[in-house]
């Protein structure tokens, strides 16, 4: 079992460029989580994904922001036009097929953006 | 919205002391974890809690859901120089699919 991957795991790109990151679960788990955390801040979540549906999206996911999962498998995330104010970790993080309220989600590395 | 809110922020303690943290909602929660975070790492789940009043333990960890449902709090027994780190609370709601979490307590552990 190889947890939850991410990559890029650090990033930096100019103001206005489009960056695109990569989320791979645990294998098996239908359900995938978006996160960013900035400094000194817990993580705040962006969106939610059960196999390729998207049924979340919090308000925090402008619409510069427009995430993925078309096979139900791996996911990404894109950031259009980058705003300094986007430089945070990004934190995906997948959880097993809920049979009870049992919800246990875990989290990948990170990636960490930075914004010039 | 749902808010969380985790004490102390830090704290700051002698190798081989006991720590205690908690965690309160405004609002009931059927879930709650507690999870640990290094710099520039993604968190990891030490403890999860799914029933009103449960107490469970991870090694010296020991977590409980509190009966209100409204609160948990976290205890390391004997802490030692790698329990250092960032650890934060998270509920889950029941109705939706996110995770809410706390602003997280900054742990230092002095030799």
């Known amino acids: 079992d190889t947890g939850v991957s991410q990559d890029p795991r650090h990033k930096i790109t100019k103001r206005g460029q489009n960056v695109t990151f990569r989320c791979d679960p645990i294998?098996?788990?239908?359900?995938l989580y978006w996160y960013r955390q900035t400094l000194g801040q817990g993580p705040e979540f962006l969106t939610y994904?059960?196999?390729?549906?998207?049924?979340?999206k919090s308000r925090l996911l402008s619409d510069r922001f427009s995430a993925e999962r078309p096979k139900g498998s791996f996911s990404t995330l894109e950031i259009q036009r980058t705003e300094q104010g986007d430089s945070a970790m990004y934190l995906c993080?997948?959880?097993?097929?809920?049979?009870?309220?049992?919800?246990?989600?875990?989290f990948g590395q990170g990636t960490r953006l930075t914004v010039v | 919205g749902q808010q969380l809110n985790q004490s102390p922020q830090s704290m700051f303690i002698q190798e081989g002391e006991d720590v205690s943290m908690n965690c309160t909602s405004s609002s009931i929660f059927n879930t709650w974890l507690w999870y640990k975070q290094d710099p520039g790492e993604g968190p990891v789940l030490l403890i999860a809690?799914?029933?009103?009043?449960e107490l469970t333990s991870n090694g010296r960890l020991t977590a409980q859901f509190g009966i209100t449902r409204k609160d948990s709090f976290l205890n390391i027994s004997a802490s030692i120089p790698s329990d250092v780190g960032i650890y934060f609370c998270a509920g889950h709601p029941g109705s939706q699919g996110n995770l809410i979490f706390g602003k997280g307590t900054k742990l230092s552990v002095k030799p």
């Open positions: 809690l799914y029933k009103a009043g």
């Open positions: 993080a997948s959880s097993p097929p809920r049979r009870t309220l049992n919800t246990e989600a875990f």
């Open positions: 294998s098996e788990h239908n359900r």
């Open positions: 994904f059960q196999n390729e549906a998207q049924l979340e």
